[in-house]
């Protein structure tokens, strides 16, 4: 990947922790106005069309947070507004960092956001703007990353990328185990054979099909979203 005369069209997926103080669930004003300014300087000083999708588990987390009392569909809707809440969030804090923005949600909330069609997608990107992709994939059992993976694929992304809480993927969990190492490159047929847990089975079968590499970086290094947009091998490459 090196950077190029010609527009790619890129995926960038955003946990929604990454709109949240440490230990603090929500949206934090000020980590969202950081994250936003960064993906607007990044955009403007790139030669992309951009796109986003956004996680909801700063606000709720469908397996987790139901406990056995909310059922698992009902406890996956909830998720999908919760991304919802994070997309009309990051919208106005990147709108105000000088970038105009859509929200397009795969779940009809019309006051609040366009449904999701591929072909006024692609208009929004032809004519400028960044376009941040809600709901997931309208589906309960399904995650955002999945949800990236299916926008990627329907938009003939060239490349998805996936801002993490740390520097890639590792051969293990570098928060339990302190001799893990960072894999530079690695195949998607490997990845999935090795069971490395930074992304959903689903999800890395259907950026294999496709043939969409895939970029995993950390978040909370500044510029890094920058450094991926504009083509730096910075974290992992699944290929």
Same mark, same amino acid.
């Given at each position: 990947m090196t950077p190029s005369h010609t527009k790619k069209r890129v995926l960038l997926k955003l946990s929604g922790e990454a709109l949240m103080k440490e230990n603090h669930r929500g949206i934090h004003p000020q980590s969202l106005k950081e994250i936003a300014v960064e993906i607007a300087d990044a955009y403007q000083h790139s030669n992309c069309e951009?796109?986003?999708?956004?996680?909801?588990g700063n606000i709720w987390r469908g397996v987790r947070d139901g406990g056995g009392v909310i059922d698992r569909v009902?406890?996956?809707?909830?998720?999908? &507004?919760?991304?919802v809440i994070n997309a009309i969030a990051l919208q106005?804090?990147?709108e105000d960092a000088g970038v105009p923005t859509r929200v397009l949600t795969s779940i009809n909330i019309y006051q609040l956001a366009e449904p999701f069609v591929r072909r006024k997608?692609?208009?929004? &990107?032809?004519?400028?703007?960044?376009?941040?992709f809600a709901g997931g994939t309208g589906n309960p059992f399904?995650?955002?990353?999945?949800?990236?993976?299916?926008?990627?694929?329907?938009?003939?992304?060239?490349?998805?990328?996936?801002?993490?809480?740390?520097?890639?993927?590792?051969?293990?969990?570098?928060?339990?185990?302190?001799?893990?190492?960072?894999?530079?490159?690695?195949?998607?047929?490997?990845?999935?054979?090795?069971?490395?847990?930074?992304?959903?089975?689903?999800? &890395?079968?259907?950026c294999?099909?496709?043939?969409?590499?895939?970029?995993?970086?950390?978040?909370?290094?500044?510029?890094n979203i920058k450094r991926a947009l504009c083509g730096e091998e910075i974290g992992t490459v699944i290929y």
């Open positions: 951009l796109t986003i999708v956004i996680g909801g009902n406890s996956d809707s909830m998720g999908m &507004l919760a991304t106005s804090a990147i997608a692609l208009r929004h &990107l032809e004519k400028g703007r960044i376009v941040i399904f995650t955002t990353d999945s949800a990236a993976a299916l926008r990627a694929s329907e938009i003939n992304a060239d490349i998805l990328l996936k801002a993490t809480q740390v520097d890639g993927v590792y051969d293990s969990d570098p928060h339990k185990n302190p001799d893990a190492k960072l894999i530079k490159k690695i195949s998607y047929a490997d990845a999935i054979a090795k069971q490395l847990r930074f992304m959903d089975t689903a999800a &890395l079968a259907l294999m099909e496709k043939q969409i590499p895939l970029q995993v970086f950390n978040l909370h290094i500044k510029g």
